[in-house]
C-alpha cells in the first residue's frame, strides 16, 4: 500500500509563490525505487492534466503552461515530493494531485493520468487576478 497527503495550497494573488508537498508512506512489499513521482491537477469542469513529472531516474518533464514557473523535485528517498510554483496565473487555479506509478514507458504517457496506480486527496491551489 501506498498513501500519499498533499499539503502547501492556499490562496495568492497573481503573481505570487506556493510551494506543495506531498508526504509518501509505504507499508508492505511495495518499493517505490522505479516508480516515477508526477503532479496533476484538476480545475472545475476541466479533465485532471499532467502538470510534473520526476522520472525514478530522476528526469523531469514539465507541462508547455508551466515549464519555466514551475520546479519538481523529490528527496532521494522518495519519502516527499515536491512543487515550488512561482509566478502564479489565475489559470493555475485547481485542485493539485501527487500521484506516484511505474507504467509510463513513453514520452506521451508521462503526464498521462492512466499511468499512474497510487493518488493522493488533493490540495486546492486558488490564484486571484
Known amino acids: 500500500q501506498v498513501r500519499l497527503v498533499e499539503s502547501g495550497g492556499g490562496s495568492v494573488p497573481a503573481e505570487g509563490s506556493l510551494r506543495l508537498s506531498c508526504a509518501i508512506s509505504?507499508?508492505?512489499?511495495?518499493?517505490?525505487?522505479?516508480?516515477?513521482m508526477a503532479w496533476f491537477r484538476q480545475a472545475p469542469g476541466k479533465p485532471r492534466e499532467g502538470v510534473a513529472v520526476v522520472r525514478w531516474g530522476g528526469t523531469t518533464i514539465y507541462a508547455d503552461s508551466v515549464r519555466g514557473r514551475f520546479a519538481i523535485s523529490k528527496d532521494d528517498d522518495r519519502t516527499n515530493l515536491y512543487l515550488q510554483m512561482d509566478s502564479l496565473e489565475p489559470d493555475d487555479t485547481a485542485r493539485y494531485y501527487c500521484?506516484?506509478?511505474?507504467?509510463?514507458?513513453?514520452?506521451?504517457?508521462?503526464?498521462?493520468?492512466?499511468?499512474?496506480?497510487?493518488w493522493g486527496q488533493g490540495t486546492q491551489v486558488t490564484v486571484s487576478a
Open positions: 509505504v507499508s508492505g512489499s511495495t518499493d517505490l525505487t522505479y516508480y516515477h
Open positions: 500521484a506516484v506509478g511505474n507504467q509510463a514507458i513513453s514520452q506521451w504517457m508521462y503526464l498521462n493520468e492512466r499511468y499512474y496506480d497510487y
